[in-house]
């Protein structure tokens, strides 16, 4: 038994550091780079929008999704970006990330033939290495809330692309508590992706926004 103790005791430890470490990286990477007034935000061509479902389980508007519509919608009308990417799970024919965001940010004001789609951001990592491989993207300004920001930069400068963030407004109460202590294991996640080269799951024909 005292083996047992002794063995989970380390695995603990070590996860421990881990996210510890992981958490360090991303802080370290994304320093400096993130942004929350648009006043502050340099320019970039393309704005990628990273994807989130419009609706939680229980049927109310996601706020993560409507905060970043809205920041979009700020940095486009700003003149910080001239065009928006967005990036998201389109995994069925129910489920359709990019086409719900394109919808709201035409009624929006944005103008259609400014939107790009990528059907195939399943995850971060995707989004961002797609942004480089199929739109021809070096430089990039990221669409999120901070925390998704920071860990999309770090993969970003691990990939060599020049990255900034513009910070969509938080979400607080038990939604954001849970997405916070997702975002925990999910740094774990990517700098495993990033030490074994993980690529995104679909690559393809390059579309370059000119």
């Known amino acids: 038994m005292k083996k047992w103790l002794k063995r989970g005791a380390w695995m603990l430890l070590l996860l421990v550091i881990g996210i510890i470490s992981c958490n360090v990286y991303v802080e370290a990477s994304s320093s400096g780079k993130t942004f929350n007034k648009v006043s502050e935000m340099p320019v970039n061509k393309v704005g990628l929008l990273l ?3 419009k609706y939680l389980r229980n049927g109310r508007v996601n706020l993560f999704y409507l905060y970043r519509i809205n920041a979009a919608v700020q940095l486009y009308k700003s003149g910080k970006i001239e065009y928006i990417l967005v990036s998201g799970d389109n995994g069925s024919k129910y489920y ?9 940010l035409v009624a929006a004001g944005i103008p ?3 939107i790009f789609l990528d059907y195939a951001g399943f995850r971060t990592l995707d989004s961002v290495v797609r942004c480089k491989e199929i739109f021809q993207q070096e430089s990039v300004t990221i669409i999120s809330q901070q925390f998704h920001n ?4 770090a ?3 691990a990939k060599g692309i020049n990255a900034v963030g513009f910070n969509a407004k938080d979400v607080g109460g038990s939604n954001g508590f849970k997405v916070k202590v997702r975002e925990t294991f999910a740094r774990v996640a990517m700098c495993i992706d990033l030490v074994i080269g993980k690529q995104p799951k679909f690559l393809g024909d390059k579309i370059a926004i000119k």
């Open 51 to 53: 994807g989130t479902a």
């Open 150 to 153: 920071e860990r999309a930069i």
């Open 155 to 157: 993969i970003a400068n």
């Open 96 to 104: 359709d990330e990019p086409t719900t965001f394109k919808e709201d």
């Open 112 to 114: 259609e033939q400014k």
